[in-house]
């Protein structure tokens, strides 16, 4: 899922600064159960602003509004009908979810409340660490389910570097080496022979941005429609 | 003290959990103490039932102090509801501080099942400090309005069904 945490206040406040009307939109998928964009979250952000307004003398209107998702165009849909009636749009998706808004409603602005952090898994309860950094060319089956692209800050395919330093990483002594996790692993997996298999080079052309994806099932459709 | 000071009673609102705080305040009452009358109990099962926006609401609602009041440490009859309540309280606090409310108008409470003596402590505690922080700045502005959450659009489906099973009666209304 895709983790984010809420801006400061103070940064959230001085990007309103000077819209009377004002909706917050929340995300009811990833950054809803990352504690950071959902129902909830966007009700205690309206309170808080609504709170804060009363207690500084000012007189604004915020609303608040909470849809399945912001990365599906069906769902923005709803909104429609409520967005003539204010200044500005508040989004607490992630920056996907955003974007998205402010392209199907083009005539609104649109602001972040959130930073997104990463592509993640909950560790603990509160507590989500990063697992995937979307390479486009998956390589768990050689690594025992342990991601180096993710894992190690030097991304590499082919064992550890000098650096690893009683199953810590040289860069960050609290980090695990990704090499040593996937060396238990294997062994624990009577699968060490992996260990000697020769990655070739990782092809990072592939991970040229911005992504775009198109299901085999509709690519023949869309070839069809373009002829 | 002076006379404003003297004058103003505060609210102060309790969220006590069925198990420990509120049989405390029980006990407190067949005791005869004498506490506040400016604490409003509410009961709820669990302080792991608190939200944020419960807390926040009461704060908006004009309460010039709040507090959360559960079992001992390991005492809870939920074994760590009390647990999430002590984090949601420390959250809650933060959010106060943020937008320039005291957060010390905030606080949470172990008061295990016999401590009747305990409640009514806490209970004059809280109401003190409510007198000394002064009234809540939001009181004046219960009324006014500010914003609120959008209905929910209709999906345009029919309504489910009356439910024709499960349903629950009460043990009196049953036919013998």
Redesign the interface.
């Known amino acids: 899922m895709i983790v984010g945490e809420r801006k400061?206040?103070e940064q959230i406040e001085a990007m309103l600064e000077g819209f009377d009307k004002?909706?917050i939109v929340g995300c009811g998928t990833c950054v809803a159960v990352s504690m950071a964009g959902g129902e909830?979250e966007v009700?205690?952000l309206?309170?808080?602003?609504?709170?804060?307004?009363?207690?500084?003398g000012r007189?604004?209107?915020?609303?608040?509004?909470t849809v399945t998702r912001q990365c599906d165009r069906e769902y923005l849909e709803?909104l429609a009908?409520?967005l003539d009636n204010y200044d500005v749009v508040l989004s607490m998706a992630c920056g996907a979810g955003v974007q998205f808004l402010a392209e199907r409603y083009d005539d609104k602005i649109v602001l972040p409340a959130l930073n997104t952090l990463f592509i993640g898994v909950a560790e603990d309860a509160?507590v989500w660490t990063q697992r995937c950094m979307a390479c486009e060319d998956c390589i768990l089956d050689q690594t025992g389910g342990i991601c180096p692209m993710t894992i190690c800050p030097k991304n590499l395919l082919n064992g550890p570097c000098g650096g690893t330093n009683g199953g810590k990483c040289e860069v960050d002594g609290e980090k695990d080496c990704a090499w040593t996790l996937i060396y238990r692993k294997l062994e624990k997996l009577g699968r060490l022979d992996y260990m000697r298999k020769i990655q070739p080079p990782k092809d990072y052309s592939v991970m040229t941005k911005p992504g775009k994806y198109t299901h085999q099932a509709f690519k023949e459709t869309q070839e069809n429609e373009e002829e | 003290m002076n006379d404003a000071a003297r004058q103003f009673e505060p609210k102060v609102v309790a969220y006590c959990c069925t198990y420990c705080a509120y049989t405390a305040g029980d006990l407190a009452g067949s005791m005869r103490l004498e506490y506040a009358t400016n604490v409003r109990v509410v009961q709820i099962l669990c302080t792991g039932k608190i939200?944020?926006?419960l807390l926040?609401?009461a704060?908006?609602e004009g309460a010039d102090a709040v507090y959360v009041a559960g079992c001992a440490l390991g005492d809870c009859h939920f074994l760590e509801g009390n647990l999430g309540a002590l984090?949601t309280v420390a959250h809650t606090k933060h959010?106060l501080a943020?937008?320039?409310?005291q957060p010390e108008r905030l606080e949470f409470f172990h008061v295990p099942a016999s401590a009747g003596p305990l409640f009514a402590q806490r209970a004059n505690e809280m109401t003190a400090r409510a007198r000394e922080l002064g009234p809540n700045?939001?009181r004046e502005?219960i009324h006014?309005?500010?914003?609120?959450?959008?209905e929910?659009?209709d999906d345009g489906r029919p309504p489910l069904p009356e439910a024709t099973h499960g349903k629950l009666i009460r043990h009196s209304e049953q036919i013998s």
């Open positions: 400061p206040l004002i909706l909830k009700e205690e309206a309170v808080q602003l609504r709170m804060k307004d009363k207690l500084e007189k604004r209107t915020i609303d608040e509004i709803v009908k409520h509160g | 939200d944020a926006i926040l609401r704060f908006e984090r959010l943020e937008i320039g409310l700045p939001l502005t006014q309005a500010a914003g609120k959450k959008l929910r659009q």
